[in-house]
């Protein structure tokens, strides 16, 4: 074998070592960012949303976190979701029934277990609710006692 | 050869190599001969890819951004299967390798098509799971053939949602053993509710919350008709590996969550951030560690009656003969994966130590959330010898943060590679890190 041959290869593996970097395939997940529109139809009502900060620090946080971005591949964040944006119903229902399944929320595919929280009160979940749909740069309209209270009627009944 | 010629090219090569380690500002290593086999140690990168770690440990990111990796086994040539939480371009399972010598993998393929943690090296197969199956593929020279298909060796484990990685792990006598996590917090009646009552007897025991052993070799084999329920009452062992020297299973288990949530009454925020123990397990066959009925308190060094089931924190009940931990992590860390250190490259004090990944905590709140490292654990005669120490940091990317979604990376997976460089995958982006000791060893070998 000849050495100076070994020394060229070496050399030029180092070279390689020191542009390595750029050898990796550039490969970075996009992930969609839909646009989820809101119609705020009342203004929030002030008092709530204090109150729905401590409901949700207690019985929401632990899973959907403190700057509601969920927990990676495991909770869904609330943050501009369709669910927490959209239609009422839904969205109360999710509180009162839990959720599970696999859902997509912002490009992530989700499959895991909420449990329900029918045990909340429906001034409680109208409170959570409006403050999770104004907190973190949510700007939907407020969830009143009388919608939950509706919601919670038909799907008893 | 002459020997004349060698010596110069030696020291043309010596000096060739100072100049370029020094003019890349990598780190450089010391230049003693030894006649290894094995090919040289690449440079570790400037800044060790962003990780802090013992002296003169250095890395290499030998991939930046492979996705959401979990699981990871290393064959004879130093590529590297990576087991994927997501499909990536299609691929359920990827390898990469490194075609030029520096360290840095530059090839990338894959193959099938579902996703799942488990992936282990086994008497010439690589073994892979998917959340409900074990399959296995034919090496050819360390490499699956393009045309290999899988054997389905075992399936019909329980589909749940959460808890669903069916980590591997195999002895020296022809078995694979499969962590199948229990499905719930606690074996409530009423899923993650408070104040709900645990159910009694817990039915998921059945079929779930603990490790089933199977015939590595025989195809087609299910749970309900072929497996052997080797250890109950864990509640998930992400981190579960076969220890050749002691002969004997270990696994890490995922303590429970939400103390106070669920039973504001009996637990602070800080107690629940606290509590429980990660449990450090030694299984022998036939072993119960409790769950769903206790827990395990590092500070009372006791098992502890769950609340679901009566206790109020202090409590020991049904469980004062349940087997301990042989050692107890911090609460909520997520150890996601364990390795016996069985290399020549790090110094005496590894060998045969445990090296366990903790993914980082996600309920922790309202403190900020902690874990998010590697850690070491010395051993001796098949137990801890001494305290844990944490081996690798900088996963996080910056010192505090209160929400997992904030983590640069978190450490999932471990392997060691063929002349015993550790490798840590990493569950956010999917890098790579390859951690080597430089103290004694050649940057180039002649």
Known sequence: MNKFYLIFISIALFIAACGGAKNEAEQTETTAQEEVKSEPEEKVAEAAVPRGQGIYKTYCQVCHQADGNGVPGMNPPLTQTEWVLGEKERLIKVVLNGLNGEIEIKGEIYNNVMASHSFLTDKQIADVLTYVRSSWGNDASEISEEEVAAVRASNEG | ?446
Not at chain 2, 175 to 185: E, T
Not at chain 2, 360 to 366: A, F, I, L, V, Y
Not at chain 2, 384 to 403: H, L, N, R, V, Y
Request: proline letters at 6%; aromatic letters at 12%.
């Open chain 2, 1 to 446: 050869m002459d020997s004349l010629k060698t010596t110069i090219s030696k020291t043309i090569l010596f000096y060739a190599l100072i100049f370029l380690a020094l003019a890349c500002e990598q780190k450089p290593s010391e230049n003693t001969d030894t006649n290894s086999s094995l090919p040289a140690l690449p440079t570790a990168d400037a800044n060790n890819g962003g990780l802090t770690l013992p002296d003169n440990f250095g890395t290499v990111v030998v991939a930046d951004s492979t996705g959401r990796a979990r699981h990871i086994a290393v064959n004879d040539q130093g590529d590297i299967f990576i087991k994927m939480r997501r499909l990536k371009e299609e691929k359920g399972i990827l390898t990469i390798s490194d075609t030029t010598g520096n360290g840095k993998m530059d090839t990338f393929s894959g193959f099938d098509l579902y996703t799942g943690t488990g992936i282990h090296i086994y008497n010439n197969y690589l073994y892979a799971s998917s959340d409900s199956s074990v399959y296995r593929y034919p090496l050819e020279n360390g490499a699956v053939p393009a045309e290999a298909e899988p054997e389905v060796i075992v399936s019909g484990f329980p589909i749940q949602r959460s808890h669903a990685s069916k980590t591997l792990a195999f002895d020296n006598a022809g078995n694979i053993y499969v962590n199948v996590g229990g499905p719930s917090n606690a074996c409530m009646e009423e899923s993650r509710t408070p104040g709900s009552p645990g159910m009694d007897p817990c039915p998921q025991l059945e079929y779930q919350a603990g490790i089933w052993r199977f015939d590595a070799n025989k195809p087609g084999q299910t749970q309900k008709e072929d497996g052997y329920r080797y250890a109950t009452g864990i509640r998930n062992a992400v981190a579960l590996e076969w220890n050749d020297k002691e002969n004997s299973l270990y696994a890490l288990q995922h303590g429970r969550d939400q103390l106070n949530n669920l039973f504001t009454d009996l637990y602070t925020d800080e107690q629940s951030a606290e509590l429980p123990s990660e449990e450090f397990l030694q299984i022998n066959e036939g072993d119960d560690f409790g769950w769903p009925y206790c827990y395990y308190d590092h500070f009372k060094n006791q098992k502890i009656l769950a609340p679901e089931y009566g206790g109020d924190g202090e409590k020991t009940g049904r469980c004062e003969d349940i087997k301990a931990p042989i050692m107890a992590f911090p609460a909520h860390w997520a150890p996601n994966d364990l390795l016996f250190y069985t290399g020549d490259l790090f110094p005496e004090k590894y060998k045969n130590g445990a090296f366990i990944a903790f993914h980082g905590s996600w309920n922790r709140g309202p403190f900020a959330q902690k874990g998010y490292s590697v850690v070491f654990v010395p051993f001796k005669d098949g137990k801890p010898s001494g305290d844990w120490e944490i081996f690798a940091t900088g996963f996080k990317g910056k010192d505090e943060i209160m929400s997992p979604s904030e983590a640069a990376h978190r450490p999932v997976g471990l392997a060691q590679g063929p002349d015993g460089s550790l490798y840590i995958s990493d569950s956010v982006k999917g890098k790579i890190w390859r951690v080597m000791y430089y103290d004694n060893v050649t940057t180039a070998s002649l």
